[in-house]
């Protein structure tokens, strides 16, 4: 609860060093990017964007940020759990001798600096120009944090204002200490896996094989915007067009749950109140910043509409919960944009 005050009302220091990482260069690596995922990869220097991967079956086999660090030299970010699975997919699209293909997971460490001072500790940092015309939401830059070369990104897994920062690993320790020296002027602590999951479950985001998998398709997890049909080709396309216009078998929920001793964690079957089994539970945690017990839900599509009544079996025990229309926490994301 402590450290996910600190992050909603302070600043939050989340070491991100286990998220895949993985750098694409060379001439032909824009357009080996665009063959692969299903959004539009980003043409300008310092642009982002997010973006799943299609699977054999129309499911979600990854999903991704892509930034642009500059000419022919990307840097994508995903599941680190994931690394070795995503492997598979990366080799089924080809690229030739001019595409540079690096694992820098282990090469790079890094951090998510987030919360409403994150703006603040990071200024007493860099040079770099934070503001939000100068560093909008989804865009990069290389930047020195504490005399360190780094690549920051505009983005956060918890939906505060906040950057991760990706510097090469030996340099890690180093900016943790200085993270946490400028910090203490704003109320800056570490923050744990198990806050960030409290903070991603209130804000209704979803995680790689909890809510993405190859078995969910797009439409059935709210990704389905962010694939590109103008694009003649990407990975699991004529896939993908087979289930597109298909209606989702599920879909993914955020509802409110009346507990005081658990949560849901994850797997829980979900009912109705009349005792028919409907979905199950992906994510679950409390959510400190709203005061409410949250549970991110697959629930069949007939049932799956805001205001209907659940039971969710937590340890056994049927639990009411109610399916929100939005995300409890900062539902139209000014929080992210700040």
């Avoid at 505060?160 to 320790?173: F, T």
Wanted: aromatic share 8%; net charge negative.
């Amino acid at each position: 609860a402590a450290e996910c005050r600190a992050l909603r009302e302070a600043v939050g220091i989340i070491d991100v060093s286990n998220f895949a990482k993985y750098r694409v260069r060379g001439a032909g690596s824009a357009d080996y990017l665009d063959r692969l995922v299903a959004n539009h990869v980003p043409t300008e220097i310092g642009r982002s964007c997010l973006t799943p991967m299609i699977g054999l079956r129309g499911g979600i086999a990854g999903d991704f940020t892509i930034t642009k660090l500059d000419d022919d030299d990307f840097l994508m970010i995903g599941s680190g759990i994931a690394e070795r699975y995503h492997q598979r997919f990366f080799n089924m699209v080809a690229r030739d001798d001019t595409v540079s293909f690096e694992s820098y997971t282990e090469a790079w460490g890094g951090f998510n600096v987030a919360g409403p001072n994150a703006r603040k500790l990071l200024e007493q940092l860099t040079d770099t120009d934070l503001s939000n015309a100068g560093f909008p939401f989804m865009l990069n830059r290389k930047i020195q944090v504490a005399g360190i070369d780094a690549v920051a990104i505009r983005v956060s897994f918890s939906g505060d204002l906040g950057w991760e920062i990706y510097v090469p690993l030996e340099h890690q320790l180093a900016l943790y200490e200085a993270l946490l020296e400028k910090g203490s002027q704003h109320g800056a602590r570490p923050v744990g896996g198990r806050a960030l999951l409290s903070l991603r479950v209130e804000k209704g985001y979803g995680s790689w094989s909890r809510e993405y998998s190859p078995e969910y398709w797009p439409q059935e997890v709210g990704l389905e915007r962010l694939i590109k049909l103008d694009k003649a080709e990407f990975l699991g396309r004529e896939a993908y067009l087979e289930i597109k216009d298909k209606p989702p078998r599920e879909k993914l929920v955020v509802a409110r749950v009346e507990t005081s001793e658990a949560d849901a964690n994850g797997g829980e079957p979900v009912f109705l109140t009349d005792g028919t089994p409907v979905g199950r539970v992906s994510s679950g945690a409390f959510g400190h910043s709203v005061g409410a017990s949250i549970a991110l839900c697959f629930v069949k599509t007939d049932h799956a509409v805001a205001g209907t009544e659940l039971d969710i079996a937590i340890l056994g025990i049927p639990h009411r919960a109610v399916i929100l229309e939005k995300p409890p926490f900062d539902a139209k994301g000014e929080r992210l944009r700040a």
